[in-house]
């Protein structure tokens, strides 16, 4: 089993950079591909970025491409999301996913570990 607990979001400006991490416990995260979904009320959970196992490999979607940067410290155990140049459609609850494979995903349903989430809001 492996618990995810995201930290650092919370209410921001337009324009302003914001990082959010995500530690890991009770499995090291080494061999796990990871990355970041978020949700806003009465929508599906959508992808945003995704980095595979060894963090040479990362995906984006393209509404936050070139502004987001998904990144990971396996000796930490921590997954890391910088958010630069928000805006107020970023506003969502994010979530930390992980999945017991060295490749990502692009769909929900393919990341069984889950944390909270955090919310990120952004007044324009």
């Known amino acids: 089993q492996v618990q995810l607990v995201e930290s650092g979001g919370g209410l921001v400006q337009s324009g302003v950079s914001l990082r959010l991490s995500c530690a890991a416990s009770g499995r090291t995260v080494s061999s796990l591909a990871m990355g970041w979904f978020r949700q806003t009320p009465g929508k599906d959970r959508e992808f945003v970025a995704a980095i595979s196992y060894n963090g040479e490999n990362t995906y984006y979607a393209d509404s936050v491409k070139d502004r987001f940067t998904i990144s990971r410290h396996n000796a930490k155990n921590t997954l890391y999301l910088q958010m630069n140049s928000l805006k107020p459609e970023d506003t969502a609850v994010y979530y930390c996913?992980?999945?017991?494979?060295?490749?990502?995903?692009?769909?929900?349903?393919?990341?069984?570990?889950w944390g909270q989430g955090t919310q990120v809001t952004v007044s324009s």
């Open positions: 996913v992980a999945r017991s494979s060295y490749s990502t995903s692009y769909y929900a349903n393919e990341y069984p570990y």
